[in-house]
């Protein structure tokens, strides 16, 4: 179990507010993340529904994809769960990501596995230091963002020359 826990043992209906932090490593994140993640979440409870909606915070260093230089990155995720308590499900429940089903004697829910997978959800599928990265000369492996090089670039197989000029206009 992870620090970022809720004990809705005694809950009262209602909206509840809550901040809460775990170190990366505690939920499952790999080295890439750095000291901790912080979560405010929002519950509110019904008779035996809950809706969270939470926003996990996490800083990492990475890899850039395109001139593998370390990079440190700020990752944010937004999330909303409904938790049912016992086993009869509301019709309504389609307009929310995810729908978590808890034994009527719960006292706890865990929000760790849940963060950790909506925070590497929300990682980039290409990791790039800024936006306009020039990344790694083919040739001599010159990092483009920090100098530039005199080698003399492949102008490509030419039998894509036809396609190069259709898309030239």
Not at 10 to 18: I, P
Not at 55 to 68: P, T, W, Y
Not at 109 to 120: A, C, K, M, S, T
Request: proline content about 4%.
């Amino acid at each position: 179990m992870s620090s970022l826990r809720i004990n809705i043992s005694k809950l009262s209906e209602g909206h509840h507010h809550y901040s809460l932090s775990a170190e990366a490593s505690e939920i499952g994140l790999d080295e890439r993340f750095q000291k901790s993640v912080a979560v405010e979440a929002d519950l509110e409870k019904t008779n035996r529904q809950m809706l969270l909606q939470a926003e996990a915070r996490a800083a990492g260093e990475f890899v850039c994809d395109r001139c593998l230089d370390q990079f440190r990155m700020d990752v944010t995720s937004r999330h909303s769960i409904v938790y049912i308590q016992g086993a009869e499900p509301p019709d309504d429940l389609a307009e929310f990501e995810e729908v978590q089903y808890l034994p009527l004697d719960s006292n706890m829910i865990d929000l760790g596995e849940d963060v950790r997978q909506f925070l590497i959800l929300s990682l980039p599928l290409k990791m790039l230091c800024r936006e306009d990265c020039a990344g790694l000369c083919p040739v001599c492996g010159t990092n483009r963002n920090k100098s530039s090089c005199s080698c003399a670039m492949d102008e490509g197989d030419p039998r894509w020359a036809a396609l190069k000029r259709f898309l030239e206009n």
